[in-house]
């Protein structure tokens, strides 16, 4: 029997917490892998966004329409609603990651944790930072159809994409889990992909674009305007903008501001969903 | 040790998804390129002349038009030209009046730049353009000299060259044609001639002097051929077609024929 | 580790109310090192709550507990390393194997990576999965998942095991088989083993018996020794009408210990008996005679028996989704 062994190896708090963020994190990494419905659903969201729906799109964006002009943009549409797609696939996984705290919470899981000698930051960050991982890893395999899309994908703006990536998914991981921790019965993703994500990914123009040649008051004109105020008040119409700047090298809004509202709301939600775990 | 079936049950699933979406990219987004084929020619739209791009010559037609030549010919099919004076005239594609319906691919004149990619898809640029000088003697000084400018149909940055010639002191001689300009040089005249880079190396080349790029804070520009926007399968046929064709060094010798040695860029 | 002198559990005037329902009330008891002690009492005792107290996922609202002399509320990182838990609700990772579930948990608890090798063949071996060790963790039967979560809380440094009802929902041989494993961890390990259990069969095995109901502790003893504090015997009858019956009830109010059903329950010695049956031998149905036993003790000291209740909210969640239930759906 091997018991007290441990007593000459106690580790330091910070090396105990680390190993254990890594135990958190792997956890998730394994159960994502082994999740074959999480797996189809991550490969059949960008085939049929950039294949079907791109495709069948695209000859409605063209510059002309035999002869007539319509709105003038330097990509095609299967180039433009690719960010959108990466955005979406890293959302629908981050938020499906998240939501599994509510089962752990439900079946015991999350109490082995709770009982652990680890900090709750520690394990709220363990969940979190899988989850991100797993929702990049679902974003990658939206990348693989870059060259289908047209998108010149170069080694910088593959890194700085990921990096985007990854802050939007520690984001959209945290605020799964603080919608998470507010609910108290479990009605199935279902109810998340509908209230949450859908709405989100639709009105942050990632669709269709709001006319960028456009001054602000034309574009009251072309669009209602609760729309246009909705959409310029959805923070991740900024995140899917940096990512298309990243991406197809067009955006409508300054670089930083995309990057400072996903670092923003990346920052913002996992405080809040920490304040609500430290209670919990 | 690393289990090879417990490897294939944690990553078989995402080795088949990305597999399968690798896959997919090969899938043909649209029938472009399918259409060309079928019709066995690559219609395009070129100026009547825009030398040294097209000429309207038969025996040589141009950069532009022998590159289309040599791209169609690896696609299998005949080039059409379809011809329209419209284009070149200036820089803006929009301004052409084209159709999808004249043409698939426009050549003579096209820049790559964000107005014409507004329009436009275009191909990988096969040469650089821009304001180049050629003088018998080297000039380092411009001060009270007289340079001979040649411009372009196209909408070159005239009011930056001109501004740029007159902050060092040059007088300005505006020229209609080539011969003009070479004259002019040979009978010193001018000091220096200015014009497209492309006919400033084939001056150059035939009256051996020196040529070099106006000074960078003109702009240069790559020129390429414009497709339309969503035929990504010509695009990247044309896009091969021409890599191959640098590759094998025909784009090069197209080049040398009709501008000398250019200017590298 | 602090070489402990010193109880292994010290739990002093502890209460817990949730809303208007008096959860704990003023319980206090301690357990010696090395020792298996046994919480006994039926679904809604407490139990689960104090458990829920010592592995400091609660607070308590007054009284102090400590595991290992240190306080569950101030030092519950130091308490939470020295126990081992096996929570009433299966925890384990239905997804993982039953080799990974193991390693993470390692991990989590900061176990070195070489003692954590040597430990999870350890623990497989002793619980005998070592054939499942790469099987996932669903495919396991109910039996071997607890035996697994055994395996798991002594991964670690655990002095002390908290089971929390380890037995419920196992057939009779997999139950009896769980109390071998516990029996061997004691002897092996030095451990001490707190657990709580509402089958009253089972804590003849344990060294002391705390058995507990609406949030009282009622009696802490050996299992032979509440056996005969407690035990008496009994007399239970089933009267032939309504008139008998309260003839019966008249006659001998002083020794009604319970009426369940039409039975009525009277302590009993001999010669009590001979004279019952002299004086109402023809105006009972049945008549029974029952010798001392901890159900009987139970009994005695609850006014109630020990009975499973229909399956709760969170219950028929879980059921759920142990059908295959998944977050992704």
Same mark, same amino acid.
């Given at each position: 029997?091997?018991?007290?062994?441990?007593?000459?190896?106690?580790?330091?708090?910070?090396?105990?917490?680390?190993?254990?963020?890594?135990?958190?994190?792997?956890?998730?990494?394994?159960?994502?892998?082994?999740?074959?419905?999480?797996?189809?659903?991550?490969?059949?969201?960008?085939?049929?966004?950039?294949?079907?729906?791109?495709?069948?799109?695209?000859?409605?964006?063209?510059?002309?329409?035999?002869?007539?002009?319509?709105?003038?943009?330097?990509?095609?549409?299967?180039?433009?609603?690719?960010?959108?797609?990466?955005?979406?696939?890293?959302?629908?996984?981050?938020?499906?990651?998240?939501?599994?705290?509510?089962?752990?919470?439900?079946?015991?899981?999350?109490?082995?944790?709770?009982?652990?000698?680890?900090?709750?930051?520690?394990?709220?960050?363990?969940?979190?930072?899988?989850?991100?991982?797993?929702?990049?890893?679902?974003?990658?395999?939206?990348?693989?159809?870059?060259?289908?899309?047209?998108?010149?994908?170069?080694?910088?703006?593959?890194?700085?994409?990921?990096?985007?990536?990854?802050?939007?998914?520690?984001?959209?991981?945290?605020?799964?889990?603080?919608?998470?921790?507010?609910?108290?019965?479990?009605?199935?993703?279902?109810?998340?992909?509908?209230?949450?994500?859908?709405?989100?990914?639709?009105?942050?123009?990632?669709?269709?674009?709001?006319?960028?040649?456009?001054?602000?008051?034309?574009?009251?004109?072309?669009?209602?305007?609760?729309?246009?105020?909705?959409?310029?008040?959805?923070?991740?119409?900024?995140?899917?903008?940096?990512?298309?700047?990243?991406?197809?090298?067009?955006?409508?809004?300054?670089?930083?501001?995309?990057?400072?509202?996903?670092?923003?709301?990346?920052?913002?939600?996992?405080?809040?969903?920490?304040?609500?775990?430290?209670?919990? | 040790?690393?289990?090879?079936?417990?490897?294939?049950?944690?990553?078989?699933?995402?080795?088949?998804?990305?597999?399968?979406?690798?896959?997919?990219?090969?899938?043909?987004?649209?029938?472009?390129?399918?259409?060309?084929?079928?019709?066995?020619?690559?219609?395009?739209?070129?100026?009547?002349?825009?030398?040294?791009?097209?000429?309207?010559?038969?025996?040589?037609?141009?950069?532009?038009?022998?590159?289309?030549?040599?791209?169609?010919?690896?696609?299998?099919?005949?080039?059409?030209?379809?011809?329209?004076?419209?284009?070149?005239?200036?820089?803006?594609?929009?301004?052409?009046?084209?159709?999808?319906?004249?043409?698939?691919?426009?050549?003579?004149?096209?820049?790559?730049?964000?107005?014409?990619?507004?329009?436009?898809?275009?191909?990988?640029?096969?040469?650089?353009?821009?304001?180049?000088?050629?003088?018998?003697?080297?000039?380092?000084?411009?001060?009270?000299?007289?340079?001979?400018?040649?411009?372009?149909?196209?909408?070159?940055?005239?009011?930056?060259?001109?501004?740029?010639?007159?902050?060092?002191?040059?007088?300005?001689?505006?020229?209609?044609?080539?011969?003009?300009?070479?004259?002019?040089?040979?009978?010193?005249?001018?000091?220096?001639?200015?014009?497209?880079?492309?006919?400033?190396?084939?001056?150059?080349?035939?009256?051996?002097?020196?040529?070099?790029?106006?000074?960078?804070?003109?702009?240069?520009?790559?020129?390429?051929?414009?497709?339309?926007?969503?035929?990504?399968?010509?695009?990247?046929?044309?896009?091969?077609?021409?890599?191959?064709?640098?590759?094998?060094?025909?784009?090069?010798?197209?080049?040398?024929?009709?501008?000398?040695?250019?200017?590298?860029? | 580790?602090?070489?402990?002198?010193?109880?292994?559990?010290?739990?002093?005037?502890?209460?817990?109310?949730?809303?208007?329902?008096?959860?704990?009330?003023?319980?206090?008891?301690?357990?010696?090192?090395?020792?298996?002690?046994?919480?006994?009492?039926?679904?809604?005792?407490?139990?689960?709550?104090?458990?829920?107290?010592?592995?400091?996922?609660?607070?308590?609202?007054?009284?102090?507990?400590?595991?290992?002399?240190?306080?569950?509320?101030?030092?519950?990182?130091?308490?939470?390393?020295?126990?081992?838990?096996?929570?009433?609700?299966?925890?384990?990772?239905?997804?993982?194997?039953?080799?990974?579930?193991?390693?993470?948990?390692?991990?989590?608890?900061?176990?070195?990576?070489?003692?954590?090798?040597?430990?999870?063949?350890?623990?497989?071996?002793?619980?005998?999965? @070592?054939?499942?060790? /790469?099987?996932?963790? *669903? +495919?396991?039967?109910?039996?071997?998942? #607890? =035996? $697994?979560?055994?395996? !798991?809380?002594?991964?670690?440094?655990?002095?002390?095991?908290?089971?929390?009802?380890? @037995?419920?929902?196992? /057939?009779?041989?997999? *139950? +009896?088989?769980?109390?071998?494993?516990? #029996? =061997? $961890?004691?002897?092996? !390990?030095?451990?001490?083993?707190?657990?709580?259990?509402?089958?009253?069969?089972?804590?003849?095995?344990?060294?002391?018996?705390?058995?507990?109901?609406?949030?009282?502790?009622?009696?802490?003893?050996?299992?032979?020794?509440?056996?005969?504090?407690?035990?008496?015997?009994?007399?239970?009858?089933?009267?032939?009408?309504?008139?008998?019956?309260?003839?019966?009830?008249?006659?001998?109010?002083?020794?009604?210990?319970?009426?369940?059903?039409?039975?009525?329950?009277?302590?009993?010695?001999?010669?009590?008996?001979?004279?019952?049956?002299?004086?109402?031998?023809?105006?009972?149905?049945?008549?029974?005679?029952?010798?001392?036993?901890?159900?009987?003790?139970?009994?005695?000291?609850?006014?109630?028996?020990?009975?499973?209740?229909?399956?709760?909210?969170?219950?028929?969640?879980?059921?759920?989704?142990?059908?295959?239930?998944?977050?992704?759906?």
């Amino acid at each position: 029997m091997s018991r007290g062994d441990g007593a000459g190896v106690r580790r330091s708090w910070l090396a105990a917490q680390l190993g254990g963020l890594y135990g958190l994190w792997l956890r998730e990494v394994i159960r994502a892998i082994r999740d074959r419905g999480q797996l189809i659903g991550g490969a059949s969201r960008p085939i049929l966004w950039v294949l079907i729906l791109g495709i069948g799109l695209n000859p409605y964006f063209r510059g002309e329409v035999y002869g007539q002009a319509s709105f003038v943009v330097p990509f095609t549409y299967l180039q433009f609603i690719f960010p959108g797609v990466v955005a979406l696939n890293v959302m629908f996984t981050s938020v499906q990651s998240a939501v599994s705290v509510v089962w752990d919470r439900q079946f015991g899981f999350m109490r082995e944790v709770l009982t652990s000698p680890l900090s709750r930051t520690t394990i709220l960050l363990g969940k979190i930072l899988g989850g991100s991982t797993v929702a990049l890893m679902h974003g990658c395999l939206v990348l693989l159809l870059a060259r289908f899309a047209d998108i010149p994908l170069t080694i910088l703006g593959a890194v700085q994409a990921l990096g985007l990536m990854a802050i939007l998914s520690f984001a959209v991981t945290s605020l799964g889990v603080v919608i998470a921790n507010r609910i108290r019965t479990f009605e199935g993703f279902g109810v998340f992909s509908n209230a949450v994500i859908m709405p989100l990914y639709f009105t942050s123009s990632s669709m269709f674009p709001l006319d960028p040649s456009l001054s602000k008051d034309q574009t009251y004109v072309t669009y209602p305007e609760w729309l246009v105020t909705i959409v310029t008040y959805n923070p991740l119409t900024y995140a899917v903008d940096a990512l298309r700047g990243v991406l197809i090298g067009y955006h409508q809004f300054p670089m930083w501001m995309g990057i400072g509202v996903v670092v923003a709301a990346a920052v913002i939600l996992f405080s809040i969903a920490l304040y609500d775990f430290g209670r919990a | 040790m690393p289990d090879p079936r417990r490897l294939a049950r944690n990553f078989g699933a995402i080795g088949v998804i990305v597999g399968l979406l690798l896959a997919v990219t090969f899938l043909p987004p649209d029938n472009a390129l399918h259409e060309v084929r079928a019709s066995g020619a690559l219609r395009a739209c070129t100026p009547a002349t825009y030398p040294p791009l097209v000429t309207g010559n038969p025996d040589r037609p141009g950069i532009d038009i022998e590159l289309l030549k040599a791209v169609a010919a690896r696609l299998g099919v005949d080039l059409a030209l379809n011809v329209n004076d419209a284009i070149g005239r200036d820089f803006n594609p929009r301004n052409w009046g084209l159709t999808r319906a004249q043409c698939q691919v426009i050549a003579g004149g096209v820049v790559d730049s964000q107005q014409t990619r507004s329009f436009l898809e275009t191909s990988p640029p096969h040469a650089r353009t821009g304001w180049a000088v050629i003088s018998p003697q080297p000039l380092n000084d411009w001060t009270d000299r007289t340079i001979g400018v040649l411009a372009p149909v196209s909408g070159f940055d005239r009011i930056g060259l001109a501004s740029l010639l007159r902050d060092r002191g040059a007088r300005i001689v505006v020229v209609r044609t080539a011969d003009e300009l070479v004259a002019g040089l040979t009978a010193r005249r001018f000091d220096a001639g200015v014009t497209e880079a492309l006919l400033a190396s084939r001056l150059a080349d035939e009256q051996r002097w020196p040529v070099a790029w106006a000074p960078p804070s003109l702009q240069r520009y790559g020129l390429v051929f414009g497709l339309w926007k969503g035929d990504l399968t010509l695009k990247r046929a044309i896009g091969g077609a021409l890599h191959d064709l640098e590759a094998s060094g025909t784009t090069a010798a197209i080049l040398r024929r009709y501008s000398g040695a250019p200017l590298s860029p | 580790m602090t070489p402990m002198a010193g109880p292994a559990i010290r739990v002093a005037a502890v209460s817990k109310r949730y809303g208007r329902t008096l959860a704990l009330d003023g319980v206090g008891f301690t357990v010696p090192r090395n020792e298996i002690f046994a919480l006994l009492g039926p679904n809604g005792a407490g139990k689960t709550t104090l458990m829920h107290i010592l592995c400091t996922i609660l607070a308590p609202d007054s009284g102090v507990a400590e595991v290992a002399g240190f306080d569950v509320a101030r030092a519950p990182l130091e308490a939470r390393s020295r126990l081992g838990i096996v929570f009433q609700e299966p925890s384990l990772d239905d997804r993982l194997t039953v080799r990974e579930n193991l390693e993470i948990h390692g991990l989590v608890f900061g176990v070195p990576r070489s003692l954590r090798r040597q430990r999870i063949t350890e623990m497989l071996a002793m619980v005998d999965l @070592t054939d499942w060790a /790469d099987k996932p963790a *669903r +495919a396991l039967s109910s039996g071997m998942k #607890r =035996r $697994l979560e055994i395996a !798991r809380a002594l991964i670690h440094d655990s002095e002390i095991m908290l089971l929390d009802e380890p @037995t419920a929902g196992l /057939d009779a041989q997999s *139950r +009896a088989r769980m109390w071998e494993y516990v #029996r =061997r $961890l004691k002897a092996e !390990r030095q451990l001490t083993v707190l657990v709580t259990t509402h089958y009253i069969e089972e804590v003849e095995d344990a060294d002391r018996v705390c058995i507990i109901d609406k949030g009282k502790v009622l009696a802490i003893d050996t299992p032979a020794a509440l056996r005969r504090q407690q035990g008496e015997q009994m007399l239970v009858c089933t009267p032939r009408s309504e008139s008998d019956r309260d003839a019966i009830l008249e006659r001998f109010a002083d020794r009604i210990a319970h009426q369940r059903g039409g039975e009525i329950a009277l302590r009993a010695d001999e010669a009590f008996i001979e004279s019952f049956l002299d004086q109402f031998g023809q105006r009972v149905r049945a008549i029974s005679t029952e010798t001392p036993s901890l159900e009987t003790a139970f009994l005695s000291l609850t006014g109630r028996e020990l009975r499973d209740r229909a399956a709760d909210g969170r219950e028929v969640t879980l059921a759920f989704g142990k059908r295959g239930g998944e977050h992704t759906r």
